[in-house]
């Protein structure tokens, strides 16, 4: 059974107890919830790829506190082995990144340390790092006293959960516990970027923190996930976040009259989809994503929404296209696109 344990000092100094212990515990994070494990512990690192049926090639993210790397972060970070001197020009353009953004939803790809095992970065020469800005995980991690590794606490392809109580629909019984911290207030997991030697960065996953931003500290926006270049961030498959029931995003004429049941996820305003349907479409739902109109709501809300309609019995899942414009909405095309994807 898993246990669900309450936000408070006795909950958040029993998860850092069954993780010091080498035991596997899903914990709240700003974006999504992650499940958890000592980095340096290879038999709950295997218990995480375990539970979550992931695969041995994707690599795992190390979570740190400012407690555990200290004032200059990158620093701390080459103190604890977990990565590589970096170049002067790599160095450079992590401290910045790190001074804007950590802690927050910001995972670096730099140059993996000797503390390091194998089985997290999944043999690659680098290491993704991110110190996540929710309370509850940093206090995790401040009673732990040593980093974690913690992918999203799904399992593998599946929609990431963004409560305890997704957690739960996803890995009861196959994980310890969970640290019910509320609902995430981004939604969506960290922008990943990769710091390359000479100071330039690459992004291989698109998040709350956006090309514009980057640009802005950097003086230059990151590089776009290269074609044929899937490898270099192995666990962006393009089927991902997916829901059960199969899902389309266009508009009303997208869905085959021969599915009759049919939930909505709309944008802002659930009506104009609704009234375009055929007579044949059964709507046994309907949800909208921000009633404000605003990215930052549509991330909050995404995954419970979908996760929320995929419970239905609808044959298919019509979600309204992300409307114009960059930022947040990147990230909300790039996941709407991969749950949408056929799964082979
Ligand atoms: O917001 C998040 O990042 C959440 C929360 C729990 O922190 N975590 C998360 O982990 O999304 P996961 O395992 O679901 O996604 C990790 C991503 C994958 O796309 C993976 O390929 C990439 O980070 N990644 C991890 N290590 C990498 C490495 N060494 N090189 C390149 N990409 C890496
Ligand atoms: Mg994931």
Redo the contacts with the bound molecule.
């Keep these: 059974m898993t246990d669900r344990l309450a936000r408070d000092g006795q909950g958040v100094r029993h998860a850092a107890a069954l993780l010091s212990a080498g035991r596997i515990v899903a914990i709240p ?1 700003e ?4 499940l958890a494990a000592r980095f340096d512990d290879a038999a709950a690192v295997q218990a995480i790829f375990d539970a979550k049926q992931r695969p041995a090639d ?4 190390v ?1 740190v506190s400012p407690t555990l790397v200290g004032k200059d972060p990158i620093g701390g970070l080459l103190d604890r082995g977990l990565i590589a001197p970096l170049t002067e020009d790599q160095a450079h353009t992590a401290r910045a990144l790190v001074a804007a953004w950590w802690p927050g ?1 910001l ?1 670096l ?1 730099l140059p993996r340390g000797p503390a390091v095992p194998d089985a997290i ?1 999944a043999g ?1 020469p ?3 790092i ?1 110190m ?1 800005r929710h309370r509850d995980a940093l206090d995790v991690l401040d009673a732990a006293g040593h980093p974690l590794v ?3 606490a799904n399992r593998f392809g599946r929609i990431s959960p963004t409560t305890a109580d997704a957690v739960l629909e996803e890995l009861d019984g196959r994980i310890d516990a969970v640290l019910d911290g509320g609902p995430c207030g981004v939604g969506v ?2 922008t ?1 970027l ?1 710091v390359s030697r000479d100071g330039s960065t690459r992004r ?2 698109p998040g709350a923190i956006d090309d514009a931003m980057i640009a802005a500290v950097l003086g230059a926006a990151p590089r776009a996930p290269g074609q044929g270049e899937s490898a ?5 498959a393009l089927v991902h976040y997916a829901p059960d029931t199969p899902m389309v995003v266009g508009t009303a004429a997208d869905v085959s009259p021969l599915l009759t049941r049919v939930a909505v996820l709309a944008w802002s305003d659930a009506e104009p989809l609704l009234t375009a349907l055929r007579p044949t479409h059964h709507v046994v739902a309907h949800r909208v994503l921000a009633e404000d109109g605003t990215p930052e709501t549509a991330a909050r809300h995404l995954y419970q929404h979908l996760r929320a309609l995929d419970g239905t019995d609808a044959d298919v899942l019509l979600v309204e296209p992300v409307p114009e414009g960059g930022g947040l909405r990147d990230a909300l095309r790039d996941r709407l696109r991969r749950a949408a994807a056929r799964r082979s």
């Design positions: 994070t974006t999504v919830y992650g994707d690599p795992l993210i979570h939803p995972t790809v970065t690659l680098d290491v993704a991110r996540p913690a992918p999203s997991e960290s990943v990769r291989l996953r270099a961030s192995p666990g962006q």
